[in-house]
């Protein structure tokens, strides 16, 4: 995909994205890997009105080259980008149910959503760090994220909420989306002792298809 097809197609997911109300006002941020660097939504900016040619491009240093000024939220895009060399893109919501459950005090903190559907398992993976509130901002967040980003393709920010990496673009705004459902199923099924997916059916899972 070129650059400017990558535009392109950030712009038009993150219109989406905000259109169905997975991010509000200025809130969430969208990265893309490129070939000579990477492309970031831009500070203040809102999902619902991106111009692709004025995104925030960075250089493999993560310096900033080119387009507006780039997310105050940066740095947890670069931390996943050097956990995983897998991560071609890295979404950054503040989605109501997500963030709902990174405000429960009492959730497991590798798994704070159980494996309740197999496209949850397939999508986000094996599990989801909690990781402790952060200031945002606070510096000590990107260590923390990176650090937690080599066991997971996605980590929840407690009282903020998820940030999700995914091979591609597509993949990670899908990502997001199932990890939204499967944080309001998980809400709804609260105190319902819901059935959950057995070890061996999520091993299955991600053999298949992990
Ligand atoms: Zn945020």
């Known amino acids: 995909m070129t650059e400017s097809e990558t535009r392109e197609l950030l712009a038009g997911l993150a ?13 969430g941020n969208i990265s893309a890997r490129l070939d000579d660097g990477f492309l970031i939504t831009p500070t203040n900016s809102s999902l619902g009105r991106l111009d692709p040619a004025r995104l925030a491009k960075l250089d493999g240093g993560f310096r900033h080259v080119g387009g507006d000024k780039p997310s105050k939220e940066v740095f947890m895009h670069r ?13 950054h919501l503040h989605s109501t149910m997500a963030t709902a459950v990174a405000c429960l005090p009492d959730v497991n903190e590798e798994n704070p959503i159980p494996p309740l559907t197999p496209y949850f398992v397939m999508r986000v993976g094996r599990t989801m760090p909690v990781l402790r509130y952060y200031r945002p901002g606070d510096a000590a967040m990107e260590p ?47 105190g319902h002792s819901p059935r959950l997916l057995t070890a061996a059916q999520v091993e299955d899972l991600l053999a298949t298809f992990g």
């Open 15 to 27: 219109a989406s994205l905000y259109a169905r109300g997975f991010s509000v006002g200025s809130a």
């Open 144 to 190: 923390a994220i990176e650090a937690a980003a080599r066991q997971a393709r996605a980590v929840l920010l407690a009282n903020h909420g998820p940030v999700v990496s995914g091979r591609t673009l597509v993949d990670a705004v899908y990502a997001a989306e199932e990890l939204e459902e499967a944080a309001k199923l998980y809400l709804l099924l609260r």
């Open 79 to 91: 931390a996943f980008y050097t956990a995983r060399s897998d991560a071609g893109a890295v979404v």
